[in-house]
């Protein structure tokens, strides 16, 4: 099921590679990527994470699905050698800020954010969410001051587990019973055995 144009997160390196390569499989099921990381050298796990695209709650039974078919394009692509494991999960409660979406459909909570090259000798922000565009991302910091830092520049964003965002999680679910509670199954991992 394609949904038309969907915004994708950005990614460096073999991440890149491997979003490039799945997200139009995860788009056509009807899903939309949020994260692709690597981590561990031995046996790197992939871990994708994705959201339903219609906004319902994301299940086990998804995070199969897109095991299923993810491990089956990685295998034609090949872009790890020898053994790797692959992880899906939906985003969680305090989940990270990939997309523009994210950032504007949870703003006015607590967000913490990483930067690649500091600004003004600061590499990390922690403050309120106020929602960005394709060219930053604002932040209002504690001291009350709002800042603007540029999407490109940062390595990682992600909403803080609060009680309020537990609360208006919670409120959320219970207007909409449909809709995305913004939970965390448990994994589905599938591990793929690489031939060198």
């Known amino acids: 099921m394609f949904l038309g144009t969907i915004e994708r997160p950005q990614h460096e390196g073999l991440e890149a590679r491997i979003a490039d390569s799945v997200a139009p499989t995860i788009e056509h099921m009807g899903y939309e990527l949020v994260r692709v990381q690597v981590s561990g050298k031995e046996r790197p796990v992939v871990q994708i994470m994705a959201d339903r695209a219609d906004g319902a709650p ?30 899906v999960s939906s985003p969680g409660i305090d989940r990270p800020l990939t997309r523009t979406k994210d950032w504007n459909r949870y703003a006015g909570h607590v967000a913490t954010v990483d930067l690649v090259v500091p600004i003004e000798g600061r590499r990390r922000f922690k403050g309120i969410a106020l929602g960005a565009d ?21 390595r990682r964003a992600k909403l803080v587990l609060t009680d309020e965002l537990i609360a208006a999680t919670a409120r959320a679910e219970a207007a909409d019973p449909d809709g995305d509670p913004g939970g965390d199954p448990p994994p589905a991992g599938t591990p793929n055995r690489r031939r060198n």
């Open 134 to 154: 394709a060219a930053v991302a604002r932040l209002r910091l504690p001291e009350g001051e709002d800042v603007a830092l540029p999407r490109g520049n940062i």
């Open 58 to 87: 994301f299940t086990v039974e998804d995070c199969e699905a897109i095991s299923h078919a993810v491990g089956a394009v990685l295998d034609v692509e090949d872009p790890i050698r020898g053994e790797w494991m692959l992880e």
